[in-house]
């Protein structure tokens, strides 16, 4: 299990040739980096900034990071045959082949032609492949999943595609993003790209980057999934939220991505 | 190392088990909340702070530092600056010290008092710190801002919620729809506690 031995994703940055703004990939993640081309904000930074030193250095040792519980949940469902066609993931794919695919999901498969993040693709494989009964995304088969599949991105900057089928896709995130809503009338823009590094009461607000997920969050005492945390973040400004999975949701999963260009994949991160 | 590891995992294992049960109790609570009793409970828990269904209809005239103000109380009477500031640091209803921060409020905290510093002590930097700001807006301004901070600021695609505003979100969430933040009495506590603030 050598991804245990990688010290936040120095040496995958290295292997890959990569720097960071010329700082040292651990540093990387404390930094800025430039955004992206079109990008609304003037630098980019993980939640990893944001949160209290004492969580970074959870999420930094392997050996402390609680989220790595679930990461060999991941790792046992990886080769564990199940449904109706009594296959694994592992007879299909070898572990290596998931290299890249954190930094690169959502994507628009072109079979398809539809947006899918990793959850999305984890339940696609087990209908069609092993006939077996999808998971919820917050579940610990679920999560788990997801966490061994991103974790092999470490440290890999996340890179999403948004031009051509994922245009839309794309266009329909970025109105999600700056429309307001609920009693408070709020958008995400305005706590996380207009006052993010300031407090709101007791939290720091962030930029929201989803670089991170399924993020372990100390308040939840267990990994969750982006789309629950988009759910938090509605329903705090007392908005009815989507559901997991939906279209609204996916899209601004894209959105998002695109708005943390560059960030090194953290998976499982871990979060005040 | 090694040992530490295998410890270190059964440790993690141990939480695993216990925060799985905490999820299993919570799913099971779910299921039996299907119905009728604890949608209620629910929509108690977002808006239950008598947040009102009615709002109080006001005349704007004009401001003598910002445009607009709302020279009368909506309610005829003057408020309580006491119970302002209750509604201040309420966190369902003003939750003001969320955004500003009001050094008056933050003098009430007693260090060794928990539960006062998290009333009093903790306040955001969103908004500006209202100390001062009897020197900057007349008592009809004031009053404007908090029952819409968008008519108040109308270029500023502010952040500040309008506290006394019931219509016209987007997708508000079931349990606060139909009503407004504050009613019009805990409106003119929280300008009456404003007007204390030198």
């Known amino acids: ?272 | 190392m090694h040992i530490s590891r295998i410890l270190l995992g059964a440790l993690a294992a141990m939480a695993f088990v216990l925060t799985a049960g905490a999820g299993e109790a919570a799913a099971q609570e779910k299921k039996a909340g299907a119905g009728q009793a604890v949608a209620q409970k629910k929509k108690k828990s977002r808006c239950k702070d008598g947040q009102p269904a009615v709002v109080a209809s006001y005349k704007l005239s004009k401001g003598e530092n910002i445009d607009l103000q709302i020279s009368e109380s909506l309610t005829g009477k003057s408020g309580d600056p006491k119970a302002g500031l209750k509604w201040m640091v309420h966190r369902r209803l003003g939750n003001c010290i969320a955004c500003h921060k009001v050094s008056k409020i933050q003098a009430l905290a007693k260090p060794d008092d928990l539960k006062s510093l998290r009333s009093y002590g903790f306040h955001g930097e969103i908004g500006p710190p209202l100390d001062g700001v009897t020197d900057r807006y007349t008592e009809g301004e004031i009053r404007l801002i908090v029952v819409s901070a968008k008519k108040a600021f109308p270029d500023a695609y502010t952040i500040m919620p309008s506290f006394h505003k019931k219509e016209g979100y987007n997708r508000v969430i079931k349990d606060c729809q139909g009503y407004a933040m504050m009613s019009a009495q805990q409106i003119e506590d929280v300008v009456a506690y404003l007007m204390t603030i030198k």
Request: charged share 25%.
């Open chain 1, 1 to 272: 299990m050598n991804i245990r031995i990688l010290t936040g994703g120095i040496a995958a940055l290295t292997a890959l040739g990569i720097s960071i703004g010329g700082a040292l990939a651990a540093e990387g993640k404390k930094h800025s980096i430039k955004p992206v081309a079109g990008s609304p904000l003037e630098e980019v930074w993980s939640g990893y900034r944001f949160a209290k030193p004492t969580t970074n250095q959870m999420q930094d040792d392997d050996f402390e990071n609680p989220g790595m519980t679930w990461y060999d949940i991941g790792e046992a469902n990886w080769s564990k045959k199940d449904g109706e066609a009594g296959k694994s993931c592992a007879e299909c794919h070898k572990t290596e082949d998931m290299k890249g695919v954190g930094a690169r999901y959502p994507i628009v498969d072109p079979k398809l032609n539809k947006l899918m993040n990793v959850e999305e693709r984890v339940n696609y494989c087990r209908k069609t492949y092993m006939e077996a009964k999808p998971w919820k995304y917050d579940s610990n088969d679920m999560l788990g999943t997801v966490i061994y599949v991103k974790a092999q991105s470490r440290g890999m900057p996340v890179n999403v595609k948004i031009d051509g089928p994922a245009a839309t896709y794309f266009e329909k995130g970025k109105k999600f993003y700056y429309q307001r809503r609920g009693q408070m009338d709020m958008s995400c823009a305005q706590c996380h790209e207009k006052y993010y590094g300031k407090l709101i009461r007791m939290n720091t607000l962030s930029q929201g980057q989803s670089n991170g997920f399924p993020v372990y969050r100390l308040k939840w005492q267990k990994p969750g999934s982006l789309h629950r945390r988009f759910k938090g973040c509605n329903k705090q400004v007392r908005s009815t939220p989507f559901k997991t999975g939906s279209d609204e949701y996916m899209a601004l999963e894209l959105y998002l991505a695109w708005r943390g260009t560059g960030l090194g994949v953290e998976t499982p991160a871990v979060r005040n």
